[in-house]
């Protein structure tokens, strides 16, 4: 009899599993059939970094040694101001020996214009000379050869001087190029030089930020969604640096030549912000978010 009930209470509670689980299924069931349909994100999504409108990368455009550093990251400068000078002795030996050779060609010319007067002058007496039967024939034919051969000699002096004057121009400039200085108004953001380091030609050294404008650029859009986007077009900007933080943008450009980048056509679009937070810095990943064309 003890068996009979213990088969009875298993039966009873297996029922009721059941019959609980049942209810349980059931009422998920009914529930989701409640919730309102989750809507796919239909806007054109991109990574980009952070730029600003205006900036510089400064390189070095002649070779040489890094003689003086005058700023340091961070500061503020002025458009025009002296950054970087290499050390400058050999260029300035270069600008001093063109000089020298300027100022010897130059003498030549003078002498060689005296030259031609006097001879100009010879060949005028012995024509008057040989007017009037007071001189030989060959007397008169020297002059005038001796007048030819000075002005020759003055015409290669005077194009020695100019090639001279070209090379003293050309040692200037490169003199000049030895100092490098901020091309517009803004903020050191990177210096990665040391005084006394070798500065290779086209290694940017410096690079500088107006901080006052920024915008958002991005090579991440392919042509699959590229005809999405518009000039004008609303976006949503977040920055990986800043979670929370919303800016909302317009696209301002879109370059009309697609590059191929990772097995893919894409195409560079650039977000102007709506307003900006001073906490972002330059090369900073921004995540755009694009509303599409309708």
């Known amino acids: 009899m003890g068996i009979q009930k213990r088969h009875w209470l298993i039966l009873v509670l297996l029922i009721a599993v059941i019959a609980g689980g049942w209810w349980f299924w059931n009422n998920r069931q009914e529930k989701a059939k409640n919730l309102p349909p989750v809507k796919a994100d239909s806007r054109v999504l991109a990574e980009g970094i952070v730029f600003p409108v205006k900036y510089a990368q400064l390189v070095m455009p002649v070779d040489g040694n890094i003689g003086e550093i005058l700023v340091g990251e961070g500061e503020k400068v002025k458009a025009g101001q002296p950054l970087i000078r290499l050390i400058r002795q050999d260029y300035q030996a270069r600008v001093a020996s063109a000089r020298s050779d300027v100022a010897r060609a130059a003498a030549a010319v003078e002498q ?82 040391k005084t006394g380091e070798h500065a290779a030609i086209g290694t940017v050294l410096v690079r500088i930020a107006d901080e006052s404008s920024w915008e958002i650029r991005s090579d991440d ?74």
């Open 112 to 193: 060689a214009q005296v030259n031609v007067v006097d001879a100009e002058r010879e060949l005028d007496r012995q024509q008057r000379l040989e007017a009037i039967g007071a001189t030989p024939r060959q007397q008169l034919d020297q002059a005038q050869t001796a007048a030819e051969r000075s002005r020759a000699v003055l015409l290669q002096a005077q194009a020695d001087l100019s090639a001279q004057k070209e090379k003293l121009s050309e040692t200037e400039s490169l003199l000049n190029k030895t100092e490098l200085t901020a091309p517009l108004d803004g903020t050191v953001a990177y210096l990665d030089v």
């Open 221 to 294: 859009l392919t042509e699959l969604v590229i005809a999405k986007v518009r000039v004008g077009s609303t976006a949503i900007l977040t920055f990986d640096g800043l979670p929370g933080v919303e800016i909302p943008g317009k696209v301002k450009f879109i370059r009309p030549f697609g590059e191929k980048k990772r097995g893919d056509i894409t195409y560079t679009v650039t977000i102007a912000p709506d307003n900006w937070d001073e906490r972002l810095r330059w090369n900073m990943t921004a995540q755009i978010a694009i509303e599409p064309i309708q």
